[in-house]
């Protein structure tokens, strides 16, 4: 059951704006962007939502309207496996407004959708809503600030500074439980390799403890941003809140900043699955993605919450350069070895994607042993869990290859989204020669590729030395 504040009714002369999430309505609901969008549109237009596991993604949830009577469709793209309910979703409506698309995969790489929308926004849109939906036709969409409709030679991502923060939400029973989504900061000041957040949502900002909000009518907060204990203040703000009673839930926690009191904070916010994400076993390879943490900073952290909390759950990747088949080895050795601190272990293991925008965006996905040796490092792993009852989460590598092909991909690939085979495409997931022209070398994010080239030069050859 939802609470939601903002709900209209339809009149004359407002115009109808569709939010559209391509995939289930727990995510979408616990998506702090779409929050805001749905917010801000309501205040000039009529804005109503849509979910792929709602009326499959055609009738809006608020009055069940079809989406083609709509004016525009904003759609909301969080992971490039949306792009399939997303062609879906626009072929089935028979939708003939003005189709908008954005989020982190529109920032990433628009090319492979090119063809099914109107425009494109790049960069994060709040503030700046009212003059996008003000125009009558697509064709007056270019020009606006962040816009690109395939015409543009570039395009300069947009952001905003970070102001206050929502007094209201829609509340409802989303990923993180029925909570409210408390949104503390966006970017990050760490240089993860392999990370798209550093390089999308530069630069960090941080909201201070004056810009959030009262909140009411819930007792859980959840706590969003990237890496939300680097916040200056993450321990004052998780104070204010346990001591008014609320549970709290971080996205997510870096080892190298939990300390005993931050612990115990989390602790009586009732938190009980401690999360970290030490991507490698390596100590090698942890430098070559500059995760900045050790297993030795996990151990401390997992030797502290002893008896604390009843879960502790790691991310690691796998396919990463230089990768050994005992590094594989060694991260289930790792979960073993905390299971004396934490009875219960859960490991989930995903493949590296060298996405676009960062420093490994050349490199071919797999690794050196490319998909079948991802395979096999799967089977490896699921064998070694099972001796030592650690519970594994395993990726579904088909999946892994098709996002990488539309992450890296150009238009050509959108085929793929209209039936074709995907394995014409697995040329995208090979090294990308230093020089090529890349299909999202349009989008100026703020950095200078010359700088990546350097970075990229500068990891391979430390890693070649360590082999
Ligand atoms: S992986 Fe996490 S800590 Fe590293 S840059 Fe990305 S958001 Fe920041």
Same mark, same amino acid.
């Given at each position: 059951?939802?609470?939601?504040?903002?709900?209209?009714?339809?009149?004359?002369?407002?115009?109808?704006?569709?939010?559209?999430?391509?995939?289930?309505?727990?995510?979408?609901?616990?998506?702090?962007?779409?929050?805001?969008?749905?917010?801000?549109?309501?205040?000039?237009?009529?804005?109503?939502?849509?979910?792929?596991?709602?009326?499959?993604?055609?009738?809006?949830?608020?009055?069940?309207?079809?989406?083609?009577?709509?004016?525009?469709?904003?759609?909301?793209?969080?992971?490039?496996?949306?792009?399939?309910?997303?062609?879906?979703?626009?072929?089935?409506?028979?939708?003939?407004?003005?189709?908008?698309?954005?989020?982190?995969?529109?920032?990433?790489?628009?090319?492979?959708?090119?063809?099914?929308?109107?425009?494109?926004?790049?960069?994060?849109?709040?503030?700046?809503?009212?003059?996008?939906?003000?125009?009558? =036709? *697509?064709?007056?969409?270019?020009?606006? /600030?962040? $816009?690109?409709?395939?015409?543009? %030679? !570039?395009?300069?991502? #947009?952001? +905003?500074?970070?102001?206050?923060?929502?007094?209201?939400?829609?509340?409802?029973?989303?990923?993180?439980?029925?909570?409210?989504?408390?949104?503390?900061?966006?970017?990050?000041?760490?240089?993860?390799?392999?990370?798209?957040?550093?390089?999308?949502?530069?630069?960090?900002?941080?909201?201070?403890?004056?810009?959030?909000?009262?909140?009411?009518?819930?007792?859980?907060?959840?706590?969003?941003?990237? =890496? *939300?204990?680097?916040?200056?203040?993450? /321990?004052? $703000?998780?104070?204010?809140?346990? %001591? !008014?009673?609320?549970? #709290?839930? +971080?996205?997510?926690?870096?080892?190298?900043?939990?300390?005993?009191?931050?612990?115990?904070?989390?602790?009586?916010?009732?938190?009980?699955?401690?999360?970290?994400?030490?991507?490698?076993?390596?100590?090698?390879?942890?430098?070559?993605?500059?995760?900045?943490?050790?297993?030795?900073?996990?151990?401390?952290?997992?030797?502290?919450?002893?008896?604390?909390?009843?879960?502790?759950?790691?991310?690691?990747?796998?396919?990463?350069?230089?990768?050994?088949?005992?590094?594989?080895?060694?991260?289930? %050795?790792?979960?073993?070895?905390?299971?004396?601190?934490?009875?219960?272990?859960?490991?989930?293991?995903?493949?590296?994607?060298?996405?676009?925008?960062?420093?490994?965006?050349?490199?071919?996905?797999?690794?050196?042993?490319?998909?079948?040796?991802?395979?096999?490092?799967?089977?490896?792993?699921?064998?070694?869990?099972?001796?030592?009852?650690?519970?594994?989460?395993?990726?579904?590598?088909?999946?892994?290859?098709?996002?990488?092909?539309?992450?890296?991909?150009?238009?050509?690939?959108?085929?793929?989204?209209?039936?074709?085979?995907?394995?014409?495409?697995?040329?995208?997931?090979?090294?990308?020669?230093?020089?090529?022209?890349?299909?999202?070398?349009?989008?100026?994010?703020?950095?200078?590729?010359?700088?990546?080239?350097?970075?990229?030069?500068?990891?391979?050859?430390?890693?070649?030395?360590?082999?």
């Amino acid at each position: 059951m939802e609470f939601n504040p903002f709900q209209r009714k339809f009149r004359k002369g407002l115009k109808k704006v569709a939010l559209v999430y391509p995939n289930r309505y727990v995510g979408g609901i616990a998506n702090i962007g779409i929050q805001q969008i749905y917010a801000e549109v309501n205040e000039f237009a009529i804005c109503e939502r849509f979910y792929a596991d709602i009326f499959d993604g055609l009738k809006s949830l608020e009055s069940q309207t079809p989406l083609s009577e709509f004016d525009f469709a904003l759609f909301s793209l969080q992971y490039e496996t949306d792009y399939f309910k997303t062609v879906e979703i626009i072929r089935k409506s028979n939708f003939k407004g003005i189709k908008i698309a954005g989020g982190p995969c529109v920032m990433e790489n628009p090319k492979p959708l090119l063809q099914f929308f109107d425009a494109f926004f790049i960069g994060e849109v709040e503030g700046r809503l009212q003059e996008i939906l003000s125009v009558r =036709s *697509p064709e007056e969409l270019c020009g606006i /600030k962040g $816009i690109y409709t395939g015409k543009e %030679e !570039k395009v300069r991502r #947009v952001f +905003p500074k970070l102001g206050k923060h929502l007094e209201n939400e829609i509340i409802a029973d989303g990923a993180y439980g029925r909570c409210f989504l408390l949104e503390i900061g966006r970017g990050c000041i760490r240089k993860c390799t392999f990370c798209l957040v550093r390089q999308i949502y530069a630069p960090p900002r941080w909201r201070g403890v004056e810009d959030l909000p009262e909140i009411k009518g819930v007792n859980k907060v959840a706590i969003i941003a990237p =890496s *939300p204990t680097d916040h200056p203040n993450f /321990k004052d $703000i998780l104070q204010i809140f346990i %001591e !008014k009673g609320f549970e #709290v839930s +971080p996205s997510s926690l870096r080892a190298d900043t939990l300390d005993e009191e931050l612990l115990e904070l989390l602790r009586a916010g009732n938190v009980r699955t401690i999360t970290l994400a030490p991507e490698t076993a390596s100590t090698e390879l942890s430098e070559f993605l500059k995760k900045g943490f050790s297993f030795e900073d996990v151990k401390m952290v997992a030797e502290i919450s002893a008896g604390k909390f009843e879960k502790l759950k790691l991310y690691y990747m796998i396919g990463i350069p230089g990768e050994s088949i005992d590094d594989v080895r060694r991260i289930v %050795e790792q979960g073993e070895e905390l299971k004396k601190y934490i009875p219960k272990i859960e490991i989930s293991v995903n493949p590296l994607v060298p996405k676009p925008h960062t420093p490994l965006q050349w490199l071919s996905f797999g690794g050196h042993g490319g998909v079948a040796g991802l395979k096999k490092k799967v089977e490896l792993l699921s064998m070694l869990s099972q001796r030592c009852g650690i519970e594994l989460s395993k990726p579904n590598l088909n999946e892994f290859v098709i996002q990488t092909i539309l992450a890296r991909g150009d238009q050509s690939v959108s085929g793929i989204l209209e039936g074709e085979n995907y394995r014409r495409y697995l040329g995208f997931l090979d090294a990308i020669k230093i020089d090529a022209e890349l299909p999202w070398d349009f989008i100026d994010h703020g950095y200078r590729k010359s700088r990546l080239v350097k970075e990229f030069e500068q990891l391979m050859l430390a890693i070649s030395k360590d082999l």
